[in-house]
C-alpha cells in the first residue's frame, strides 16, 4: 500500500516538472538558425530535455509495472515489439500498448488476490460474531 502511494508521489512530482518545462517551451521563442552567431539555442535545448524528462517518467513507469509484475506473478513482455529503446540511451521501456495490457493483467492479480482474502476476512468476522452471540445468550 504505501509502495503505491510513493510511486503516486514520486510520479506526479515528475509530472509537475514536466508540466512546467512543457510550458516553458511553448512559450519561448524560436531559434535564430539564420545568423552565425554563437549564441545558445534555448528552445533546442529545453526540447532535448523535455524529451529526456518524457523518457526518464516512461523508464520510471516501466520500472514500476515490472516490479508489479513480479509480485504478482503476471509474465512480462518479452517480445520486440513491447520495447522500445531511448533516442540516446540504450535503455528500453514498455510501448504505451504493452503497458496498457500488463496493467490490465497485473489489475486483474491484485482483484483476485482481493477477493481470495476478503472472503477469508468475512467468515473469520462472521465466526468471532456468532461465537460472541452465542456467549451473550448463554449468558443470560
Known amino acids: ?31 535564430d538558425l539564420e545568423t552565425s552567431d554563437p549564441e545558445p539555442r534555448y528552445k533546442f535545448t529545453t526540447g532535448r530535455e523535455l524529451q529526456f524528462q518524457e523518457f526518464e517518467i516512461a523508464r520510471f513507469r516501466s520500472k514500476h509495472l515490472v516490479e508489479q509484475a513480479i509480485k504478482y506473478h503476471v509474465p512480462v513482455p518479452e517480445d520486440e515489439g513491447s520495447w522500445e529503446q531511448g533516442a540516446r540511451t540504450d535503455e528500453t521501456v514498455l510501448t504505451a500498448a504493452a503497458a496498457q495490457k500488463l496493467r490490465a493483467d497485473i ?30 445468550y448463554f449468558k443470560k
Do not use: C, N
Not at 489489475?107 to 462472521?126: F, H, I, M, N, P
Open 107 to 136: 489489475r486483474a492479480e491484485q482483484k483476485a488476490d482481493w477477493d481470495y482474502w476478503s472472503g477469508r476476512v468475512t467468515l473469520a468476522l462472521a465466526l468471532i460474531g456468532s461465537i460472541f452471540g452465542v456467549l451473550a
Open 1 to 31: 500500500m504505501f509502495d503505491e502511494l510513493r510511486y503516486r508521489w514520486q510520479l506526479r512530482k515528475y509530472l509537475k516538472d514536466h508540466i512546467g518545462l512543457r510550458r516553458s517551451f511553448a512559450e519561448m521563442p524560436e531559434d
